[in-house]
């Protein structure tokens, strides 16, 4: 059974920084694109980033989350998603996805995490 974890979500002020979490198992981790988006209140769901393990590559989805920063820890089977400076725009639920095969890229989604809320109070 695929399975993603997010962890790592809070409560930060403005300008703060957080570091979330996708643990995945149930899966070879190396044949899927592992993703990150965010669902901020009343809006629809953002893409934030895509990250291949195979090919150790990521796009990121906006520019404007310059302040982002996605790595991963293959031996872990977790991606990360650095938040820096953060706004209270941030403010939303986090999810990790991961999408079948690695090379189409995190345009569908196999299978998502149940997401991590961070706040971000100005």
């Known amino acids: 059974e695929v399975q993603l974890v997010e962890s790592g979500g809070g409560l930060v002020q403005a300008g703060g920084s957080l570091r979330l979490s996708c643990v995945a198992s149930?899966?070879?981790?190396?044949?899927?694109?592992i993703g990150w988006f965010r669902q901020a209140p009343g809006k629809e769901v953002k893409g934030i980033s895509c990250?291949?393990?195979?090919?150790?590559?990521?796009y990121y989805l906006d520019s404007q989350m310059g302040r982002f920063t996605v790595s991963s820890d293959n031996a872990k089977n977790t991606v990360y998603l650095q938040m820096n400076n953060l706004k209270p725009e941030d403010t939303a639920v986090y999810y990790c996805?991961?999408?079948?095969?690695?090379?189409?890229?995190?345009?569908?989604?196999?299978?998502w995490g149940k997401g991590t809320l961070v706040t971000v109070s100005s």
């Open positions: 996805a991961a999408s079948y095969p690695w090379y189409n890229g995190c345009k569908v989604v196999d299978a």
């Open positions: 149930g899966f070879a981790f190396d044949d899927y694109a």
């Open positions: 990250s291949t393990s195979r090919d150790g590559s990521t």
